[in-house]
């Protein structure tokens, strides 16, 4: 930052002479630079910084001490919306308003005594206007207002009090499990087995996975995939964490759910995570912390703090339940702060931080970091039946449920239990993908210590041998009261719609055939019912005459589902 004879050098005479009269200086010299080094001489001696000090206004104290509290230096696009402005005039207006007679905020004060000034300094963001306190007049500041730089600043927010910690949450590594549970789903293209079970949504999960290279492009990585499932709990667990920790692409600000961001705008989302876990972790460790407290303190000190420039205008972001769009510093708590709400709620589900509700199933309300460890995984148990389901308890092998969830159809989770089920359907699907069931029954065996139930057993043998044995299907049937009708439609050029005989009066139509047997058989002088594939309750609606109603006498033929 500028010192305090560069700040000077950018001002004429005349302002040099308003300043000098604050402080109670005549300036004897009458050129910029003399008279910035004679007003140097005086405002860096911290017995006359005290004495101005001592009778400035609260408000502009307030000000200074947050200057001093940022390092001297602060964004203008926050410090004047918590300050307020300076008025930008030329000597002849100055000396006309005479606004230092008159200021109209706090940063005024201060600017008129050449306590602060502003000027664009470079950032990792670009250029960007700051508020600042010269760099050799900060130190003197410091010390007067703060008795040392070297003083720990206050942490945000407040403690919980006992409403706001009723109910715990506490910090788990059930998110190893639920991605399990995904990465298998994604391998089979099994939409059911993708629904999760924790509050996150497949975004949030399929994100995170990505920034751990685990996926690419929502694609399950082979040897990635096993090291994963291989590795010890808390050793996947820290691995996600220092994932998303490090993670440019991870974007909580898109993944809100009650907003929808639009446009080709870019945020830092690692740099701001970064900031917000800074400030989080110098929270006391062992002690619940208020949130609405600590969105409270957030709001008022670091407002901006992922905002370049204070920038609350071109970022287009609406409200999902009503399309609004959320433009403008008054909207803060419906995006800034649900960012914070959701960094911390990442947090929990990567067990590093307790939660805590007034009440159970309502948002948190409170939290703090937990000294949660995964636990190793056990020997845990599978149960399996003979009609093919399988039960996994949630403390299982992790490569292993995965590797039988390959098989399977997925039936969700109970009481820490993941439910599976062995069918046709599902072998099927797993021989596309070069599974055999042999390999699935080896597992079994390997796992249930050779209690696989010999039906089971013998399905699997007879899936590999001889694939589908048995086939359950829904057909439309033809039933005439004579057999003369069915050998008479076969004859005709509808014959080709029909399928298999199954008795001499019954016959099954081919799927979609229906309307053309029915056109066949009025040609040969008979209507068929046809039921209405949905027909209204009995006593509802307006009943009309069917064009294929039946037809009274012995010839009536009927088309049943």
Not at 149 to 159: F, T
Not at 421 to 435: D, I, M, P, Y
Not at 446 to 464: F, M, Y
């Amino acid at each position: 930052m500028p010192d305090l004879y560069q700040t000077f050098l950018k001002r004429d005479i005349g302002f040099l002479r308003l300043v000098a009269g604050f402080w109670e200086l005549e300036l004897e010299s009458r050129d910029v630079d003399s008279a910035s080094e004679e007003l140097c001489a005086s405002l860096l001696d911290a017995e006359t910084v005290s004495d101005t000090l001592e009778i400035l206004a609260p408000e502009a104290r307030v000000a200074l001490t947050a200057l001093v509290e940022a390092n001297g230096k602060m964004e203008w696009a926050l410090f004047a919306r918590n300050y307020g402005e300076i008025r930008e005039m030329g000597e002849a207006k100055r000396d006309r308003e005479r606004p230092h007679l008159k200021p109209i905020s706090p940063a005024e004060i201060l600017f008129y005594r050449g306590l602060i000034d502003k000027a664009f300094f470079d950032t990792d963001k670009g250029a960007r206007e700051f508020a600042y306190i010269p760099d050799d007049l900060v130190e003197v500041i410091s010390n007067q207002l703060l008795g040392s730089r070297e003083e720990k600043k206050e942490p945000l927010g407040r403690v919980a009090t006992p409403v706001e910690k009723a109910h715990e949450i506490l910090a788990s590594d059930f998110i190893l499990d639920d991605a399990t549970t995904y990465l298998a789903a994604l391998r089979m293209g099994d939409g059911r087995g993708a629904a999760m079970l924790r509050p996150y949504a497949h975004s949030d999960l399929r994100e995170l996975l990505t920034a751990a290279n685990i996926l690419k492009n929502n694609e399950p990585q082979t040897e990635a995939v096993k090291s994963f499932l291989e590795a010890s709990r808390e050793d996947a667990l820290n691995s996600l964490y220092n994932a998303w920790l490090k993670s440019t692409t991870f974007n909580e600000l898109r993944l809100i759910p009650s907003i929808v961001c639009e446009g080709e705008w870019q945020n830092q989302p690692q740099v701001t995570r970064e900031f917000l876990l800074d400030l989080i972790n110098d929270l006391s460790q062992n002690k619940w912390q208020s949130l609405p407290a600590f969105l409270r303190d957030l709001k008022t000190k670091f407002p901006d703090f992922q905002r370049p420039a204070g920038d609350y205008d071109s970022w287009f972001i609406k409200r999902k339940a009503d399309g609004q769009y959320l433009r403008g510093f008054a909207y803060w708590d419906q995006v800034d702060g649900a960012l914070v709400k959701y960094v911390i709620q990442m947090l929990h589900w990567l067990g590093q931080a307790d939660l805590a509700s007034a009440e159970e199933g309502k948002e948190f309300t409170s939290f703090r970091l937990s000294s949660f460890v995964a636990k190793k995984e056990e020997k845990g148990k599978i149960t399996v039946s003979s009609s093919g389901r399988i039960i996994v308890v949630r403390n299982f092998s992790r490569a292993t449920r995965y590797q039988i969830s390959r098989f399977c159809e997925w039936d969700g989770e109970k009481n820490n239990e993941y439910l599976y089920r062995v069918t046709a359907s599902s072998l099927k699907h797993a021989n596309e993908q070069g599974l055999k069931a042999a390999h699935l029954l080896s597992l079994l065996v390997k796992h249930t210590r050779e209690s696989v139930p010999p039906a089971l057993v013998k399905a699997l043998k007879n899936w590999d041998a001889h694939g589908v044995e048995t086939r359950v299907a829904t057909h439309a049937i033809l039933r005439a009261t004579k057999p003369e009708v069915i050998e008479e439609l076969r004859k005709s050029k509808a014959g080709k719609y029909l399928g298999e005989i199954l008795s001499p009066t019954t016959v099954i139509v081919k799927s979609g055939a229906e309307s053309k047997i029915a056109e066949a058989l009025a040609e040969l002088g008979i209507f068929a019912e046809i039921p209405h594939p949905n027909p209204l309750p009995k006593g509802e609606g307006i009943k009309l005459p069917s064009p294929f109603g039946g037809r009274a006498g012995d010839e009536g033929v009927r088309n049943e589902k």
